[in-house]
């Protein structure tokens, strides 16, 4: 099974987070779940675990440095 990928770089934050997500989707949904709450203020409701879900990307989306942002998506 492909692995999957949320990447904080491809949204812009108040704290410029740059932190990227690789694993199985599973281990991705739980990190990237506690890491919006604990760096990002967001509540785990299902909405969000909605809206990472929507922003996983395959693995192989990776790419070194930085990364133009787009606004998150509301
Ligand atoms: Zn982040």
Same mark, same amino acid.
């Given at each position: 099974?492909? =692995?999957?990928?949320?990447?904080? =770089? =491809?949204?812009?934050?108040?704290? *410029?987070c740059?932190?990227t997500i690789?694993?199985?989707?599973?281990?991705v949904?739980?990190?990237?779940?506690q890491?919006?709450v604990?760096?990002? *203020?967001?509540?785990d409701?299902?909405?969000l675990? *909605?809206?990472?879900? *929507?922003?996983l990307?395959?693995e192989?989306?990776y790419?070194?440095?930085? =990364?133009?942002?787009?606004?998150?998506?509301?």
């Amino acid at each position: 099974m492909a =692995r999957k990928m949320a990447d904080c =770089r =491809r949204f812009e934050s108040d704290n *410029g987070c740059s932190l990227t997500i690789i694993g199985e989707e599973q281990e991705v949904m739980e990190a990237a779940a506690q890491h919006a709450v604990s760096a990002h *203020g967001h509540e785990d409701t299902p909405e969000l675990r *909605g809206q990472i879900q *929507g922003m996983l990307e395959s693995e192989e989306s990776y790419t070194f440095g930085t =990364r133009a942002s787009e606004p998150f998506p509301s």
